[in-house]
């Protein structure tokens, strides 16, 4: 069974498009995140959930928007998309409790390419 | 502001031989966390370990070692007997609050050959 979950795994589009790429993970957490990983690998963080209330965003254009039907599910919509939001997408989720809220699950990653 | 540097952007080594993956952070917090994570070329993040800022035991696991150094805001990975399953993309990140914001280095892409 896989913890965390992304689809779909690969997301070719032209600019302009409105797309979303799910997540879903297994594991009971409280808390789920959005992460991007550009072109030279650095990973940022831009959105945070804990039981379905963002907590933390990243001053991510308001182009990107999380929704978290509930605490198992956040999906990520993009809409207009632009050249610029080329990239690894990663959802990944933690347990909120002392000891174990920092100790992230990721998944297997989103590659959008916007052409 | 929090900042986690990892110099080297390439390390290449042949199978057998121990590599060193440094990890230089900086925060003004005195409570924070350091990770290391692999990326293998199939694309996930692995976990690998979670250092707390008041333990700076040094921490084995198999051919994985871990050498935390307040003093010189160091959190060095080391491996040794490298394998070529070992090649990967490792990076090290800080984070000082519950939320999960982990603040990534950029990355060190390790290659081991045979």
């Known amino acids: 069974d896989t913890a965390v979950s992304q689809t779909p795994k690969y997301l070719v589009t032209q600019m302009g498009n409105d797309k979303s790429i799910k997540c879903e993970q297994n594991l009971g957490h409280d808390t789920m995140y959005w992460y991007k990983q550009d072109s030279k690998k650095f990973l940022k963080i831009m959105f945070s959930y804990n039981n379905k209330e963002l907590i933390i965003n990243e001053t991510v254009p308001n182009r990107f928007s999380p929704k978290s039907p509930d605490k198992a599910h956040l999906n990520l919509h993009i809409n207009s998309l632009e050249l610029g939001d080329s990239a690894v997408y990663f959802c990944?989720?933690?347990?909120?409790?002392?000891?174990?809220?920092?100790?992230?699950?990721f998944g297997s990653g989103t590659q959008l390419s916007v052409l | 502001a929090q900042k986690v540097t990892q110099a080297q952007t390439e390390i290449s080594v042949v199978e057998k031989e121990d590599v060193t993956l440094d990890c230089v952070y900086e925060t003004r917090d005195t409570t924070y966390y350091l990770f290391w994570y692999k990326q293998p070329p199939s694309g996930e993040l692995v976990f690998l370990i979670r250092r707390n800022s008041f333990d700076e035991q040094n921490e084995i696991s198999g051919r994985y070692s871990w050498n935390f150094q307040k003093s010189t805001s160091s959190f060095n990975f080391t491996i040794t007997a490298s394998q070529v399953v070992d090649s990967a993309v490792y990076f090290c990140?800080?984070?000082?609050?519950?939320?999960?914001?982990?603040?990534f280095g950029q990355g060190t892409e390790l290659s081991v050959k045979p």
């Open positions: 990140a800080l984070s000082n609050r519950r939320g999960g914001k982990l603040i």
């Open positions: 990944a989720s933690s347990q909120d409790s002392a000891g174990e809220w920092e100790k992230l699950f």
